[in-house]
């Protein structure tokens, strides 16, 4: 669309629709309008697109994720509309800013973490590729809470986001289906099957709000279906039919839209809680009903085929029970047998692992599963059953390990298992994850099914991450190189040729300022703080959690403030120490940490004896609009997990994209980057994978001797103890005991002395700008492995088996 075009539908938007003209308009009034005009060119190709997918019977993929990230989707539709630029010159000349209009988009923040981005960058590479590619989730009426620091604490307030409505959602009543809980089952022969009658189960109306996946610059539009729970009778047909555990229709029907209520918020500890389950098979259910009614309506075709036109994808085991699900509708609802259920589940289905901590694996207690799914348990227990016989009979070699792989072992059911048994394809997330799974956590699983393991190092949308929120970095590239990057990421290589080329190096360099210039004005508004835009940014963007150690970096940052109060006239270049972070609400350590970062940033940027060599930022409430700021702004990417604990991270690709250098231990995609850009354009520090499970499982690791003989790790410690950060001094004790006490299981006293090292060369690398913006560039030129377009091919061609279905020709 041209300017002329734009303008005139923004203007006739405002007339017709809102009576107003454009002096009257507020930004929330352009964004509605262009919201409009969006749709609407949106639809078009959306209806075309999946005309052409049905009329090619092209085989479509269906990525199952109790979580999407998505952020904003304005400006992504915009830039894949190639709207963008004739837009904001509209938006200009109409008397407001783009970006303030932007602004009035809420986030959608259906998810947690990098789980959930994840996924959102795979819809979105899914459309860049011409992928029949779609998402199916859960339309949370709450996404991850809004945090605010009060009194250095963190309190949760509900993240309402439909409040406004949202503009990019369309509901479609008349595609909802029924999910049925609880109740009891009744068999029945008749006509030589096994017939199943459900008694007195609730029956859940699952209604579907479609929202578009635009590609870039290709007219694909694919579906991200989010569904949302509502009772499936009226309160008249209610007051027929009472249920005995409700007092009211009231609380029947509140309890029924609870399913769709709010996101869980905490992705570190596995929580055994009914509502969670509920809201798993409510989405599993749903969504495998709806593919198999569009199945047979739009090809008639016998479900026998089924597994050669679908694939799904499960988002680590959250989705699990599309296994036992998609067997139920094959058997229960198509009359297959047994057998052929099963082969096309397993052919249909692969799986996602996206951690190996022991304390995020998902294990249901059989009598809570049993109570509220009971066909699915006897299901669940019919694959349990089947699975041990076929090890017992034809893998008799595995036999003693019958009771590691059982996948229902003393009352629990583990979902890892059942993803595992029932699915073609088990992925991790990096290599060194991928290892990790093979030969530790799933060894015998892997010994079993060598075949079905395999490596999807993860990626992101270049799109989002770079285009989209760097367009001066973007700008400079594309002068540099040309356009192809854009459609090519791999491209990006290209600008290896400028790395040491002193102009390409200045206006890097005036990029990066300019970003840290903007973030600066940004801190500003939110903390009132004042940083310095020459010194090092040195940026820890992540959900809080102990392994990935923002306490290293702030035991770090105690140090340098310990050192440069007995010498204020060190010379160190100038910091500023950014942090965001979410803690799980239920999660004390975690916001214990958060405490002790305000609470050590507060000593430290008002002592005016360091000389403003030091600043510590805490940004309240880090969301995806959040890291579009920050991210661009970077110049150090902490990457300092406990190595083997972090699966890969998606965080270091997004700050390497954008010229930050990591300073990361080897831990997940961390090696994968070195790995490209060698070992002198990053910053690595840190036991090893190998040594820290070496320390868990033999023992040899004592913190008592590090708080003994480093007296810098002495002091601090003390400090922590003293009540040095405040007078709430049993706060930091705790802190202290974990470390002492317990000895560091996440080992932030072992790896301090490394990573302090590290840190140092930091700063004396940042001495030689020279040294320092080749290394930079370097990182950008190599960043195009990390495209999730990357991934999603590799995904795209080992595992779904689907090509590219262009489906307009340009
Ligand atoms: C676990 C749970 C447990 C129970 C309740 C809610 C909930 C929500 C999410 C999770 C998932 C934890 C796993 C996870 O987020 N893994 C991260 O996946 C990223 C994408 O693959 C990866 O980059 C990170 O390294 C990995 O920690």
């Not at 309008?33 to 078009?44: F, Q, R």
């Not at 990417?637 to 965080?651: C, F, H, L, R």
């Not at 995904?795 to 088996?801: M, P, R």
Request: with cysteine.
């Amino acid at each position: 669309m041209k300017e002329k075009e734009i303008q005139e539908a923004i203007n006739s938007h405002l007339e017709t629709k809102l009576g107003i003209s454009v002096k009257d308009a507020s930004n929330r009034d352009i964004f509605i309008a262009l919201s409009c005009i969006l749709t609407e060119k949106i639809n078009v190709d959306w209806k075309l697109t999946q005309e052409f997918y049905d009329k090619n019977n092209e085989k479509q993929v269906y990525y199952f994720s109790m979580e999407f990230l998505l952020g904003k989707l304005m400006k992504v539709h915009l830039l894949n509309l190639q709207m963008l630029e004739p837009a904001k010159k509209v938006v200009k000349k109409l008397g407001f800013t783009l970006d303030e209009v932007l602004a009035c988009e809420h986030d959608a923040g259906l998810g947690n973490g990098g789980l959930g981005r994840l996924a959102a960058c795979f819809l979105d590479s899914m459309a860049s590729l011409q992928i029949p590619g779609h998402g199916c989730g859960i339309r949370y009426k709450y996404g991850l809470f809004e945090q605010r620091l009060i009194n250095r604490n963190q309190v949760e307030l509900p993240d309402y986001w439909l409040k406004d409505d949202y503009v990019w959602e369309h509901r479609k009543p008349d595609e909802s289906v029924e999910v049925k809980f609880g109740g009891t089952i009744n068999m029945k022969e008749e006509n030589g099957r096994l017939q199943f009658y459900y008694e007195n189960a609730e029956t859940v109306r699952a209604v579907p709000f479609d929202v578009p996946i635009t590609g870039y610059n290709n007219q694909t539009v694919n579906t991200l279906r989010l569904w949302s729970a509502e009772s499936s009778i009226d309160a008249a047909a209610y007051s027929q039919n009472e249920l005995p555990q409700y007092n009211d229709y009231l609380e029947y029907k509140r309890s029924i839209e609870q399913i769709s209520e709010f996101l869980y918020p905490d992705d570190s500890h596995f929580e055994g809680k009914k509502l969670r389950l509920k809201q798993q098979y409510f989405l599993v259910s749903a969504g495998l009903q709806s593919i198999i009614r569009s199945f047979k309506t739009n090809y008639f075709k016998s479900l026998s085929e089924f597994s050669s036109k679908v694939a799904i994808q499960i988002n680590d085991t959250h989705p699990s029970l599309v296994v036992p699900e998609l067997m139920r509708l094959l058997m229960d609802e198509e009359e297959m047998g047994w057998e052929q259920a099963w082969s096309i589940t397993t052919q249909t289905v692969a799986y996602t692992n996206h951690t190996t901590l022991s304390e995020a694996l998902e294990t249901w207690p059989v009598d809570l599963f049993s109570s509220l799914l009971p066909r699915i348990y006897m299901i669940v227990e019919e694959i349990n059953e089947r699975f041990c016989q076929n090890i017992w009979f034809d893998h008799k070699q595995f036999r003693n390990e019958i009771p590691e792989l059982a996948i229902i072992s003393y009352g629990q059911i583990k979902m890892a298992h059942l993803a595992i048994v029932g699915s073609h394809s088990v992925n991790g997330v990096a290599k060194i994850h991928t290892d990790i799974l093979k030969n530790k956590e799933m060894k015998h699983f892997y010994r079993l099914y060598p075949a079905k393991f395999n490596n999807k190092t993860n990626g992101i949308t270049h799109r989002r991450w770079l285009l989209q929120i760097n367009p001066e970095l973007s700008r400079l590239i594309t002068s540099a190189i040309g356009n192809q990057w854009k459609e090519r990421p791999k491209d990006l290589i290209k600008l290896i040729r400028y790395a040491e080329d002193p102009s390409f190096q200045l206006k890097a360099k005036e990029v990066k300022t300019y970003n840290k210039q903007r973030l600066a004005r940004i801190i500003k508004a939110q903390t009132g703080l004042i940083v310095n835009d020459q010194s090092i940014f040195d940026v820890h963007i992540k959900r809080l959690h102990g392994y990935k150690r923002q306490l290293l970096n702030i035991f770090h940052i105690i140090y340098l403030y310990n050192t440069l109060k007995e010498n204020p006239d060190l010379d160190i270049i100038p910091r500023t120490f950014i942090f965001g972070a979410k803690a799980a609400p239920g999660y004390y350590f975690a916001k214990q940490v958060i405490r002790f970062i305000l609470s050590a940033a507060d000593i430290i940027n008002n002592d005016d004896t360091i000389q403003n060599k030091l600043k510590v930022v805490f940004l309240e409430n880090y969301n995806i609009t959040l890291a579009e700021k920050i991210i661009p702004a970077a110049d150090v990417s902490e990457q300092i997990s406990t190595a083997s604990k972090e699966a890969s991270g998606t965080g270091n690709m997004k700050m390497m994209m954008n010229g930050a250098l990591t300073l990361g231990t080897l831990d997940g995609a961390n090696i994968e980057i070195k790995d490209m850009v060698g070992e002198n354009n990053i910053f690595t520090f840190g036991l090893t994978s190998d040594e820290v499970l070496h320390f868990y499982h033999h023992g040899g690791y004592n913190a008592q001797d590090l708080y003994q003989t480093d007296e810098r790790l002495q002091s601090i410690l003390n400090q922590l103890h003293d009540g040095f950060f405040g007078n709430d001094e049993k706060d930091f004790k705790d802190i202290y005991y974990n470390l002492l006490s317990h000895n560091d299981e996440f080992f932030v006293l072992k790896d301090f002395n490394s990573y302090e090292e590290m840190q140092e060369f930091v700063d004396q690398t940042y001495r030689n700008q020279q040294k320092w913006m080749k290394m930079s560039i370097t990182n950008i030129a190599h960043s195009g492995k990390f495209s999730s377009d990357r991934t999603i091919h590799e995904y795209a061609s080992e595992i779904w088996k689907v090509s590219k279905s262009p489906v307009f020709s340009r």
